[in-house]
């Protein structure tokens, strides 16, 4: 019976598939682990709703009057504006150059952007005064859609109560 000698020492084609099957391994490890923080500027369009509190409809030629302390944004200096609603209850603002940042990655991709620093007041004729409203919170800054390449939007809910006669 011919007797079979083991070697101690592996074969090349061994060794070749052993070190592609680890160059593979760290070729997806490096694709599927970069990340890249990123910061930018987006045109963000902040829309106030008003909105009648018993019947959900919408609050036509409301005021919102607002305080700005600035922000990250291209009008940075503090000032104070008005804003009217109109017949859909509806009031926008642009804030240009507005600065965003995120993670992009093969299985990340966030987006935020830094709100501008307003607080502010909503009347309407028959309406009671709402209480001071801070728009540059966490919960708006979830609220915020990126609609488009360099182009965002943040919807501002405002439930107003009728005022008691």
Same mark, same amino acid.
């Given at each position: 019976?011919?007797?079979?000698?083991?070697?101690?020492?592996?074969?090349?084609?061994?060794?070749?598939?052993?070190?592609?099957?680890?160059?593979?391994?760290?070729?997806?490890? +490096?694709?599927? $682990?970069?990340?890249?923080?990123?910061?930018?500027?987006?045109? @963000?369009?902040?829309?106030?709703? &008003?909105?009648? %509190?018993?019947?959900?409809?919408?609050?036509?030629?409301?005021?919102?009057?607002?305080?700005?302390?600035?922000?990250?944004?291209?009008?940075?200096?503090?000032?104070?504006?008005?804003?009217?609603?109109?017949?859909?209850?509806?009031?926008?603002?642009?804030?240009?150059?507005?600065?965003? +940042?995120?993670? $992009?990655?093969?299985?990340?991709?966030?987006?935020?952007?830094? @709100?501008?620093?307003?607080?502010? &007041?909503?009347? %309407?004729?028959?309406?009671?005064?709402?209480?001071?409203?801070?728009?540059?919170?966490?919960?708006?800054?979830?609220?915020?859609?990126?609609?488009?390449?360099?182009?965002?939007?943040?919807?501002?809910?405002?439930?107003?109560?009728?005022?008691?006669?």
């Amino acid at each position: 019976m011919p007797t079979r000698i083991i070697s101690k020492h592996r074969k090349p084609l061994q060794w070749v598939v052993g070190g592609l099957i680890v160059l593979l391994s760290l070729m997806i490890y +490096f694709v599927v $682990s970069i990340k890249i923080h990123w910061v930018g500027s987006t045109d @963000l369009t902040v829309e106030f709703i &008003t909105i009648d %509190a018993d019947t959900g409809q919408p609050i036509a030629d409301a005021t919102i009057k607002i305080h700005s302390d600035g922000g990250f944004y291209k009008e940075r200096e503090p000032r104070d504006f008005e804003l009217t609603t109109g017949g859909d209850g509806t009031a926008q603002y642009q804030c240009l150059n507005s600065m965003c +940042f995120g993670t $992009s990655g093969t299985f990340t991709n966030t987006f935020a952007v830094h @709100l501008p620093w307003w607080n502010y &007041t909503v009347s %309407a004729p028959g309406y009671q005064l709402s209480e001071r409203i801070y728009l540059d919170t966490s919960e708006s800054a979830r609220q915020v859609k990126r609609i488009g390449p360099g182009v965002s939007k943040l919807v501002v809910p405002i439930t107003l109560h009728r005022a008691v006669p």
